[in-house]
């Protein structure tokens, strides 16, 4: 594939590339509350049988923190609606038959909001999608009830030249002929878009000086390393 050219951007807080509004619910879930029996040892004897209706709203937001990675961020809005119902089941004597299903209810919604964090935001961070010698990237979400879906783009392979000075290089898979050779001015970046690695070599006077493996998603840069006289080319995260 050919190169793309691309313009950077960056922010101190990331913004939503996607997002979406999504209900989350738990419809007649049934807890079973259960002792040991004294009639057949090992064995055990429900007690108690609760029904409990759960909904609460949010929105998803897939964030793109760097260039290589992708977060999913899940905002919780106000409380969740609670319905909890239950009690003895009725071959159970017991010798209290009073259940307090007000303070079972607020129990469970203490539990509730200790997961998602009292109503806040929550944030996870995704890795690529492999699919056996591919890779791919979460590019949009949308909620179409009662699914969430998923759009996932090839992650590609990314350079940018951080040096004064234009890059002259090429690039292939493994299984073709060389491409190229590209030019890449100073502070530009070039994207391919592919699922699988590429290999990357430079020319200085006829002779190849670089050669390396480009993973598939990568973010690279060609520039002078600390404590180098020479650009080459690096990982985004190199020092």
């Given at each position: 594939?050919?190169?793309?050219?691309?313009?950077?951007?960056?922010?101190?807080?990331?913004?939503?590339i996607?997002k979406?509004?999504?209900?989350?619910?738990?419809?007649?879930?049934?807890?079973?509350?259960?002792?040991?029996?004294n009639?057949?040892?090992?064995?055990?004897?429900?007690?108690?049988?609760?029904?409990?209706?759960?909904?609460?709203?949010?929105?998803?937001?897939?964030?793109?923190?760097?260039?290589?990675?992708?977060?999913?961020?899940?905002?919780?809005e106000?409380?969740?609606?609670?319905?909890?119902k239950?009690?003895?089941?009725?071959?159970?004597?017991?010798?209290n038959?009073?259940?307090?299903?007000g303070?079972?209810?607020?129990?469970?919604?203490?539990?509730?909001?200790?997961?998602?964090?009292?109503?806040?935001?929550?944030?996870?961070?995704?890795?690529?999608?492999?699919?056996?010698?591919?890779?791919?990237?979460?590019?949009?979400?949308?909620?179409?009830?009662?699914?969430?879906?998923?759009?996932?783009?090839?992650?590609?392979?990314?350079?940018?030249?951080?040096?004064?000075?234009?890059?002259?290089?090429?690039?292939?898979?493994?299984?073709s002929?060389?491409?190229?050779?590209?030019?890449?001015?100073?502070?530009?970046?070039?994207?391919?878009?592919?699922?699988?690695?590429?290999?990357?070599?430079?020319?200085?006077?006829?002779?190849?000086?670089?050669?390396?493996?480009?993973?598939?998603?990568?973010?690279?840069?060609?520039?002078?390393?600390?404590?180098?006289?020479?650009?080459?080319?690096?990982?985004?995260?190199?020092k």
């Open positions: 594939d050919s190169p793309k050219g691309e313009t950077d951007k960056k922010t101190e807080k990331p913004e939503p996607s979406t509004l999504f209900s989350y619910s738990i419809p007649k879930a049934v807890i079973l509350i259960s002792v040991a029996s009639e057949k040892p090992g064995e055990r004897k429900t007690i108690a049988r609760f029904e409990l209706n759960l909904s609460q709203k949010s929105d998803i937001s897939l964030l793109q923190p760097e260039y290589s990675k992708r977060a999913l961020q899940i905002n919780w106000g409380d969740p609606e609670i319905e909890f239950g009690g003895f089941v009725k071959d159970y004597k017991a010798e038959p009073e259940i307090k299903l303070a079972l209810k607020n129990l469970f919604m203490e539990g509730w909001r200790d997961w998602t964090d009292g109503s806040g935001s929550k944030e996870f961070e995704l890795k690529d999608f492999v699919f056996g010698n591919s890779s791919f990237r979460l590019n949009e979400i949308t909620w179409a009830g009662p699914f969430l879906i998923a759009e996932l783009n090839a992650p590609g392979v990314r350079i940018k030249n951080k040096t004064d000075k234009p890059l002259i290089y090429e690039m292939k898979y493994f299984t002929g060389w491409g190229g050779p590209y030019t890449l001015k100073p502070g530009k970046s070039h994207f391919f878009d592919v699922t699988r690695p590429l290999e990357y070599r430079r020319r200085e006077q006829g002779q190849i000086v670089e050669h390396y493996t480009l993973p598939v998603g990568s973010n690279s840069e060609f520039r002078i390393l600390k404590g180098k006289d020479k650009p080459g080319m690096y990982s985004a995260v190199a």
